[in-house]
T-cell receptor, first 110, second 114 residues
Framework: GQQVMQIPQYQHVQEGEDFTTYCNSS?????IQWYKQRPGGHPVFLIQ?????EVKKQKRLTFQFGEAKKNSSLHITATQTTDVGTYFC??????????FGEGTQLTVNP | KAGVTQTPRYLIKTRGQQVTLSCSPI?????VSWYQQTPGQGLQFLFE???????NKGNFPGRFSGRQFSNSRSEMNVSTLELGDSALYLC?????????????FGEGSWLTVV
């Protein structure tokens, strides 16, 4: 079945440093979504990428979808303490259900 | 528009008991999916319902079951609870099933089995 792998599992950064999490799928995806879960909270939708090679930005966050539509990345520039949480990617292949990666837990030291 | 509502938010059960969790999706959403999340773990897919029909099922034992009603509200049941069932159970809704849908999570039901 479809598998979505996400690395790293944990990332500790100093405030102001950049952060990147990577997502890889075993199959070609129709789209990929990113979610953020704050400590003690529930996952919240951030963005969806659909097109091959697509790049989207949300303030300090940059999301990319690979040319082959099998991988994606989320990059945060100049992290802030408000960025703390777990970032999940979720991919869906055609005709399949949404599959979540294991998530990357980000901690930011002030 | 109200978000996804899950009840109860917190509950404690004893091994061997059964539990029913409820989920009311966002108004107009017809697809509901359930996930189990244990501390430090990812989101383990339980099942997905659309128009009262189970569309997908994850790799959980038969003790885990669910259903969806005509008003799109959903319930999941866990029978013969085990200590390992202690987790956050998340419900998510979307307008429809299939590619391109964003899912919206509820705040979850925290289940502790003692």
């Amino acid at each position: 079945g479809q598998q979505v792998m996400q690395i790293p599992q944990y990332q500790h950064v100093q405030e102001g440093e950049d952060f990147t999490t990577y997502c890889n799928s075993s199959t070609t995806l129709s789209n990929i979504q990113w979610y953020k879960q704050r400590p003690g909270g529930h996952p919240v939708f951030l963005i969806q990428l659909v097109k091959s090679g697509e790049v989207k930005k949300q303030k300090r966050l940059t999301f990319q979808f690979g040319e082959a539509k099998k991988n994606s990345s989320l990059h945060i520039t100049a992290t802030q303490t408000t960025d703390v949480g777990t970032y999940f990617c979720a991919g869906r292949a055609s005709g399949s259900r949404l599959t979540f990666g294991e998530g990357t837990q980000l901690t930011v030291n002030p | 528009k109200a978000g996804v509502t899950q009840t109860p938010r917190y509950l404690i059960k004893t091994r061997g008991q059964q539990v029913t969790l409820s989920c009311s999706p966002i108004s107009g959403h017809r697809s509901v999916s359930w996930y189990q999340q244990t501390p430090g773990q990812g989101l383990q897919f339980l099942f997905e319902y659309f128009s009262e029909t189970q569309r997908n099922k994850g790799n959980f034992p038969g003790r885990f079951s669910g259903r969806q009603f005509s008003n799109s509200r959903s319930e999941m049941n866990v029978s013969t609870l085990e200590l390992g069932d202690s987790a956050l159970y998340l419900c998510a809704s979307s307008p429809r099933t299939g590619s391109g849908n964003t899912i919206y999570f509820g705040e979850g039901s925290w289940l502790t089995v003692v």
